[in-house]
């Protein structure tokens, strides 16, 4: 599956974004997609998943209440909502798909990634 991010931009604290990722090729439906970001000089880290039928979300501890993740299987799409952003979120976000039958967390169990986009919040 390929996989495309787009959304990023230059917000203040506070202030909300959308992220949106398109799949084709195989169907993103059969599989678990998440979110992940890397900061300048820090690992990638996850942030958010979503199971294949959607029902199912999971977010670390330092988004949680504050970024919301969707699908939308008959557009292909996953979107990330984050809302009372803060500095600290600064990072290029990546969608990715996993093809596991349990939702993971860890940014080695998804095989298929985007290009990333940029956020940056300003303080």
């Known amino acids: 599956v390929q996989l495309q991010a787009s959304g990023g931009g230059l917000v203040q604290a506070g202030d909300s974004l959308t992220l949106s990722c398109a799949a084709s090729g195989r169907t993103s439906r059969r599989d678990n997609m998440g979110w992940f970001r890397q900061a300048p000089g820090k690992e990638r880290e996850f942030v958010a998943a979503?199971?294949?039928?959607?029902?199912?979300?999971y977010y670390a501890d330092s988004v949680k209440d504050r970024f919301t993740i969707s699908r939308d299987n008959g557009r292909n799409t996953v979107s990330l909502q984050m809302s009372s952003l803060k500095p600290e979120d600064t990072a290029v976000y990546y969608c990715?798909?996993?093809?596991?039958?349990?939702?993971?967390?860890?940014?080695?169990?998804?095989?298929?990634w985007g290009q990333g986009t940029l956020v940056t919040v300003s303080s």
């Open positions: 990715a798909a996993s093809t596991r039958f349990a939702i993971s967390r860890a940014t080695k169990d998804f095989g298929s």
């Open positions: 979503i199971s294949r039928s959607g029902d199912y979300t």
